[in-house]
């Protein structure tokens, strides 16, 4: 019988990735204590950390795949949907806030046809909100695919997008 | 130009955000094109983020500085440098730059103006001078050394850090760890990022010190991974010291080891609480502890372990080097020495300001951030962070000392200081301390985990005009639970900027208002 509860769906067996995460995992000496810096590699190698990897790790670990489950759902970075090509995040917390970012996320959505924590049609962008990128003093903030972008506004993130979108 | 030319471009990351690299390509393009002969070195920040990218070139009378430069102000410099002419964008002698002159810095002496990764540099500027002496001290005194200077936690909650070392140092265990915090955060704060991207040996050498004084032998910094550029350079120059002796089997000729590991964290609010962070490096949901035990006897894979923000540990080195005397000289009351306060948010000279304690909110948010950036007046200044106070104008004159923010409601914090103007609508500033509280709540105590999402929705109320008074009652019942009955600070200081708001701002709590000009409802998602 199949079980597909959280983290124990294992439909989409595929031993090309196994065996990457299981590579990864060695390179990291199968610790338990190195759980996080896994999950972060397995994202970076496969764009986001599904369902089907979740048992291979506990597996290397020696851990519950609860346990593996519990710790890619506790953290905001770990998704187990595909994101986007590009990776969008406005940050909206409070020194953003003080500099308008709330119009900001307002029109990016709009202009870009999403909410946020959604892809685009095309699949070329995700927006995400993010809270503190540690640019308060260059506010608004925003992170283009892990670069830093100050004093955002719609002009200067259209840019950075247009700039990724053809490789630059 | 003659001989060589050293012309400095940060490579901080908010000097990156407005374009540093590119400045840097432009530079070096011009120079070729010239045939001038330049060495580029990429240092941190000076922490003047409205002048970033600040430029800054080596002359016969020190560094002089341009900012804020585009790629395309780089041609018209070169033209003006070579003919002699002074460019448009010349501020004049770096040091002379009034908010950098009027700083006191200890901490931050050396960021913004050494390569972070070159050692010679560090060495050439005072560094390592604190590990040496250390070497050569006596442990305990090392400890009573950074006692005396009452050096408390730059974190936040500013607990004297060398009590914790104490703890740690005369708790007999097989193995011992000093953990870094730099899980920063907090909205309108960056000075931890600052100190490892522009001076990350400042850190190390910190640690390493702690570390021979507790008799620690792991060390791990905790970065959080909005911090990319930090993380990098962390680790660069932690491979640095290793291979120059200076970290690793024998630190520093001490015949001691201390091995230094960097950790990322994955964008959890939460693991910037000690306990948490401890999960968290122990590869575990980053839920909070309940203590005792405290972490200097039960610590990481519970052991006694030593947690101190990056700013404590990289304010150790300068303490040891120069003596607890010196540091101590600097400060009021019970804050003792210097504190890096932000300017962050609607403030139009945003950066870092390194002052003594007992500075004033005025000077800082006035004198060295000359106002509001949109020019508006100033309506509410948030302190310490999401869960610090909105102190209101009539505040403006508190020194910034821990023991006189609190008489006031409020609290120093890590000096992060966010700037509104007037139309910051209040109301929504409450809610959203809630809202944030509901999603980066770890979950372990009820206070918290439920109080936070009935907060969010008793505020929705008071904004919608429901039962306003009756509902203002119930905010200030379950504000009082939550900071009696929550496990750590996040349930229990939360209450700090909801009260603070209602009690300076009660125009903003009489519900059925119609928005406050330019103000805008803040309906957040999750992190993700």
Redesign the interface.
């Known amino acids: 019988m199949q079980d597909d509860r959280p983290g124990r769906t294992d439909s989409s067996a595929d031993p090309v990735r196994d065996g990457q995460v299981t590579a990864i995992c060695q390179r990291h000496g199968n610790?338990?204590?190195?759980?996080?810096?896994i999950?972060?590699d397995v994202q970076t190698a496969l764009g986001f950390v599904p369902d089907g990897v979740l048992p291979v790790i506990a597996q290397a670990l020696n851990l519950s795949r609860a346990?593996v489950y519990?710790?890619r759902t506790?953290?905001?970075?770990?998704?187990a949907e595909p994101a986007g090509k590009h990776i969008l995040q406005l940050?909206?917390?409070?020194?953003?806030?003080?500099?308008?970012c709330?119009?900001l996320a307002?029109s990016l959505a709009k202009s870009l046809g999403i909410?946020?924590?959604e892809t685009t049609e095309d699949g070329a962008i995700t927006l995400?909100?993010?809270?503190?990128?540690?640019?308060?003093?260059?506010?608004p903030?925003a992170?283009l695919d892990?670069?830093?972008?100050?004093?955002a506004d719609a002009q200067v993130i259209a840019t950075a997008l247009a700039a990724a979108k053809a490789g630059r | 130009m003659p001989n060589t030319v050293d012309i400095y471009v940060p490579c901080d990351?908010?000097a990156?955000?407005?374009g540093a690299n590119e400045v840097a390509e432009a530079i070096a393009r011009e120079a070729a094109a010239r045939d001038a002969s330049v060495r580029i070195i990429r240092n941190g920040s000076r922490g003047m983020?409205?002048l970033?990218p600040l430029v800054e070139v080596a002359t016969a009378k020190g560094r002089v500085a341009y900012g804020p430069v585009r790629p395309q102000d780089v041609a018209p410099m070169f033209d003006a440098w070579l003919g002699g002419t002074a460019h448009r964008l010349l501020l004049g002698p770096t040091d002379e730059i009034a908010y950098l002159k009027n700083q006191e810095r200890l901490t931050f002496v050396r960021c913004g103006i050494i390569d972070p990764l070159s050692l010679e540099d560090y060495e050439a500027h005072g560094g390592l001078a604190g590990l040496r002496k250390a070497v050569a001290t006596p442990l305990p005194q090392v400890v009573a050394e950074v006692l005396e200077a009452g050096l408390r936690g730059r974190g936040g909650a500013g607990f004297p850090a060398a009590i914790k070392w104490k703890t740690v140092a005369e708790t007999e265990a097989s193995q011992k760890y000093i953990c870094c915090n730099a899980d920063?955060?907090?909205?309108?704060?960056?000075a931890d990022?600052m100190l490892m991207e522009g001076d990350p040996g400042s850190l190390i050498e910190g640690m390493a010190i702690a570390a021979l004084a507790t008799g620690a032998t792991e060390g791990y910094v905790y970065i959080r991974?909005?911090?990319?550029?930090a993380i990098a350079t962390m680790q660069a120059a932690i491979d640095l010291w290793e291979a120059a002796g200076l970290l690793g089997d024998n630190v520093a000729g001490s015949g001691k080891a201390f091995r230094l590991h960097v950790?990322?964290?994955?964008?959890?609010?939460i693991c910037g609480e000690e306990s948490s962070m401890l999960e968290?490096?122990?590869?575990?949901?980053?839920?909070v502890r309940a203590k005792p035990p405290i972490p200097a006897i039960s610590g990481l894979?519970g052991k006694p372990t030593v947690v101190n923000n990056v700013l404590t540990l990289a304010s150790v080195p300068v303490i040891i080097a120069k003596g607890a005397a010196h540091y101590k000289a600097f400060g009021m009351g019970r804050s003792r020495g210097t504190q890096a306060f932000?300017?962050?948010?609607?403030?139009r000279q945003?950066?870092?300001v390194e002052k003594a304690f007992g500075v004033t909110l005025r000077e800082l948010v006035e004198t060295f951030g000359g106002g509001s950036?949109t020019g508006r007046p100033i309506r509410a200044i948030?302190v310490g962070g999401?869960l610090g106070a909105y102190v209101p104008n009539s505040q403006l004159d508190l020194p910034m000392d821990y023991e006189a923010f609190a008489a006031a409601g409020a609290m120093v914090g890590h000096g992060?200081i966010?700037?509104?103007?007037d139309s910051?609508d209040m109301a929504q500033?409450a809610r959203?301390a809630f809202e944030?509280c509901a999603i980066?709540s770890c979950g372990k105590c009820t206070p918290c985990r439920i109080g936070a999402v009935r907060g969010k929705e008793t505020v929705d109320k008071i904004i919608a005009g429901q039962d306003v008074a009756k509902n203002l009652a119930l905010v200030a019942d379950l504000c009082e639970t939550m900071t009696d009955g929550s496990l750590c600070a996040m349930g229990g200081l939360t209450p700090m900027p909801v009260q603070s708001a209602i009690k300076h701002w009660p125009e903003d709590f009489r519900g059925r208002t119609p928005p406050r000009k330019g103000s805008?409802?803040?309906q957040?998602?999750?992190?993700?």
Do not use: K
């Not at chain 2, 950790?263 to 609010?269: D, I, L, P, S």
């Not at chain 2, 966010?418 to 103007?421: H, K, L, P, Q, T």
């Open positions: 610790q338990p204590g190195e759980l996080i810096e999950l972060h346990e519990g710790v506790f953290y905001h970075d770990f998704h940050c909206r917390a409070e020194a953003c806030q003080a500099m308008g709330e119009r307002a909410a946020f924590g995400r909100a993010v809270y503190c990128l540690g640019n308060c003093g260059l506010a903030a992170m892990g670069r830093l972008i100050g004093r | 990351a908010a990156l955000s407005v983020f409205w970033e920063e955060g907090d909205s309108g704060t960056f990022r991974s909005e911090y990319p550029q950790r990322r964290g994955a964008g959890a609010y968290s490096l122990e590869g575990r949901r980053g839920v894979n932000q300017l962050a948010g609607n403030v945003g950066g870092l950036a948030q999401p992060g966010v700037v509104f103007d910051v500033q959203f944030f980066e805008e409802t803040i957040i998602p999750a992190a993700e």
